[in-house]
Each structure stands twice: as structure tokens, then as C-alpha cells.
């Protein structure tokens, strides 16, 4: 029959299949840091016993059969956006080559990145897609209301308890509240994940000598401050 993404074993063994340590050692030569949800360990919310999915394909393989799915599945339109992000086709590539492991055969389409944007931006992303979100807030909540509460443009998942949390922690002016809402949260998308968590991005900037500019830690490129000797 069709594939059933609303199986929370299906989303679980995607998760197990993937080896995010060889990934960031051989394609990202070690500028990144494996996840365990969405956030990375200096934003509000992060949850130090969260641990990331670990490689493990063989439970990834008796999650997709208890899932009805003994023979695996084929994923026709896996998507990504080319240069958008460092590597980020051969990360898919490698993406492929893993869920083939187990049984998981996927077609990669890798476009033009204004079409992959125009597409998600009209709720189009084909079977599966690869993508990142800045936050500037440096808080968790941002990216689970942006990601993960129903009903939102970049938002393709739909769970009433996930929800329920993003609009407590969004609605209290209480900064413990708030932390301990988005905690809960991304401890219920680490058990029904919406995504394969993947990594977080270590930037890299090389300068000519004569630059005098400091790269900000929420990513942003301002050139105002910047002046050439």
C-alpha cells in the first residue's frame, strides 16, 4: 500500500538509518555537531539528555517491519536545494546511500535552489526534502513554532500534545514556563520526529588580510561595520 509517514516507527527507523558522524567527518570534514532534535546546545530550551539518534540499521530495519514494511518502501522525490547549504548535495547523496542500507530506495532530485524555495513556500516539497532554519533568537521555540506547530507554512507535521506545548511556552512571560514547555516539546519530537535530525552547521569564513570585520554569532553578514586598511 502507500507509505504511511503518520507511523511513528517509520519516522524512527529514518532517524536510526542515518550515520550523522560519518557525514560530518567525510563530507562536512568536521564542521558540524550532530543533533538530537532540532536545536544545538546554546539555545534556550536545549536539553543536554536528549541524546541523538544513534547509526543503528538494523533496529531501523525491525522498526520498518513492524511497521509493515518487511521489504522497505521507495521514496520517489527526495529534494534539495543545490549550494543552498556546504555540501549539501553530496550530504543528500549520502543521505541515499544509507537508507539504501535498509531497504529504503530513494530517487534524489537535486534543483535549482529558487525552485525548491518558490515550491516549499506553496507547502511542495515531494517526498522527503533537505533543509535548514537560521533562528537568531538563539531560543528553541522559534524553530519548533516555525517547524512544527500545525497549521504553519513550513510546517508539515500535525501532533495536538506538540502543539499544545509550543502555545504555552509562547504564551507565558514566565522564562522558567517557557523553558520547561519548550523542553517537553522537543522531548515529544525526539520520540514522533518530524524530521531526521541531522546536524547543526559550523560556519567557516576565510578573509582577505586587509578586512577588518568579525563574523556574528547568529550567522547574519553585516557588512556596516566592516572596513578595509
Not at 168 to 187: C, F, I, N, V
Request: hydrophobic share 40%.
Amino acid at each position: 500500500g502507500p507509505l504511511d509517514m503518520s507511523n511513528t516507527k517509520v519516522r524512527q527507523a529514518l532517524n536510526y538509518a542515518i550515520d550523522r558522524d560519518a557525514i560530518i567527518e567525510y563530507i562536512l570534514g568536521g564542521y558540524g555537531t550532530k543533533l538530537a532534535t532540532i536545536v544545538p546546545d546554546f539555545f534556550v530550551g536545549y536539553d543536554p539528555n536528549e541524546q541523538p539518534y544513534p547509526y543503528d540499521p538494523q533496529k531501523a530495519r525491525e522498526l520498518l517491519a513492524e511497521a509493515g514494511y518487511p521489504d522497505g518502501f521507495e521514496i520517489k522525490d527526495f529534494r534539495v536545494g543545490r549550494g543552498r547549504f556546504p555540501r549539501n548535495v553530496e550530504v543528500a547523496q549520502a543521505i541515499v546511500d544509507q537508507l539504501a542500507q535498509v531497504n529504503i530506495n530513494v530517487t534524489l532530485n537535486a534543483m535549482e535552489f529558487g525552485v525548491w524555495a518558490k515550491d516549499t513556500n506553496e507547502h511542495i516539497i515531494g517526498d522527503m526534502s533537505l533543509a535548514a532554519l537560521g533562528n537568531t533568537y538563539f531560543d528553541a521555540w522559534n524553530s519548533l513554532f516555525t517547524l512544527c506547530r500545525s497549521g504553519n507554512v513550513w510546517a508539515w507535521y500535525s501532533n495536538p500534545e506538540v502543539d499544545a506545548l509550543i502555545d504555552e511556552a509562547g504564551s507565558t512571560l514566565d522564562p522558567d514556563k517557557h523553558e520547561a514547555a519548550t523542553k517537553q516539546a522537543l522531548q515529544l519530537i525526539r520520540e514522533d520526529p518530524p524530521f531526521i535530525f541531522l546536524y547543526q552547521l559550523v560556519d567557516v569564513y576565510a578573509m582577505n588580510r586587509r578586512l577588518q570585520w568579525e563574523p556574528r554569532s547568529d550567522e547574519l553578514v553585516y557588512l556596516y561595520d566592516a572596513s578595509v586598511q
